[in-house]
Structure formats: C-alpha cells, structure tokens
C-alpha cells in the first residue's frame, strides 16, 4: 500500500525514525542495517512496508530495495514475524543473509538472537529456492562444495575422527582443490588426519 516514504528527517533512533511527509509524520520502524545507511541531511526516502494486523499499522522501512524484499521472504516464513526478521536484518546485512540461505548455513542464521535450530533450518528450506531464483546466484558452485565438505565431514565423524580437527583439514583440502568431489575431499583428509 505505501511503498515509499519521502520528507524530512525529524527524528532518527536506531530502531525507528520519524519522517515528516507535508506535515504529517510517520513513524518508521528500521534495522540496524538501515540506521547505518541513513544519512544525517534533512530530506530522506525510505521504501516501506505496511504490515496490518487487528491492533496495529506498522510501518518498516528500508535504505535499499533489496533489504525490503529479504524483509518480505523473511516474514513469510511460519514463525518468523516482523520484529525478528527486523532482528535478522539488524545482526547481519541482507547480503549476509542472502548468502546464509543460499549456501545453506544454519550456523549463521542460527547465530542471529531469537533464531533456534529449527527455525533457522525451516528458514533455509523455505527461501532458499527463492532466493537463489530472485537474486540469480550459482548455486552449482557454492552448494557442491557445501554439499561435498559436510558429507565428507559426516563420514569422517563416523568413523571416529574428532569433529572440529576433521573440518580443519577438510577446509584445507577444499582451499586446494574447490572443485574436490566428497570422495577426493575424504582422501585427502585421512592422509592429513
């Protein structure tokens, strides 16, 4: 309904801003991401997303528009809502969030406040498709090796290598040879256990 938002900047917080728009002013809610890119000059514009529920219009509002479309692949997703795809948005930039769901680290995801295992995994099944569709990224390339280094990893731990010495020297195998298939990967990896 209100996709961007353009005036002078009243008030800015690093959660929120106010915006005076010919003598109305709105609130908008940010990211950290956002309060970082906001200039300190009197005229701004922000895209925005309305969000309506029964007991209130809420504002959100991004510096850029790729920042608004991760907001919306976040908040599409069952259990996670505004305020902690905001909180997403604020622990890492929309590119880093990006990258998380593309290349499948649930690490990374896992890392942001509020975000449990579970979620972080649903979050990836959910938008990784997507994401990888809307942005173009070459998945053939970052999953593989992702692919490859946690099957290889998997076996490794299987049998009986300790989990965080057997990723060291799988990291090292895949900084030699990007393009090692998990049984090269594994290989190499016995040899330097």
């Known amino acids: 309904m209100i996709t961007h938002i353009q005036g002078k900047l009243v008030e800015k917080n690093p959660t929120d801003v106010v915006i005076d728009c010919n003598g109305v002013g709105y609130m908008i809610h940010i990211s950290l991401h956002t309060y970082s890119q906001i200039p300190d000059q009197e005229n701004l ?88 569709k809307i942005y173009d990224i070459d998945e053939v390339s970052v999953s593989q090796n992702n692919t490859s280094k946690d099957e290889a990893l998997s076996a490794l731990e299987v049998l009986g290598f300790n989990k965080k010495q057997a990723e060291r020297v799988v990291d090292k195998v895949i900084a030699v040879q990007p393009d090692a298939n998990v049984e090269v990967i594994i290989k190499q990896a016995l040899k330097n256990l």
Do not use: C, N, W
């Open 45 to 132: 514009k922000l895209y925005t997303h309305l969000q309506v529920k029964e007991d209130a219009h809420t504002l959100f509002g991004f510096s850029s528009l790729a920042e608004r479309e991760m907001f919306k692949l976040l908040i599409s997703v069952s259990g996670i809502g505004a305020s902690i795809a905001r909180t997403m948005l604020s622990s890492l930039t929309p590119k880093q969030v990006r990258e998380g769901i593309a290349v499948g680290d649930v690490a990374l995801i896992q890392s942001i406040k509020g975000i449990g295992a579970k979620t972080a995994q649903r979050v990836i099944l959910d938008l990784k498709d997507k994401v990888l």
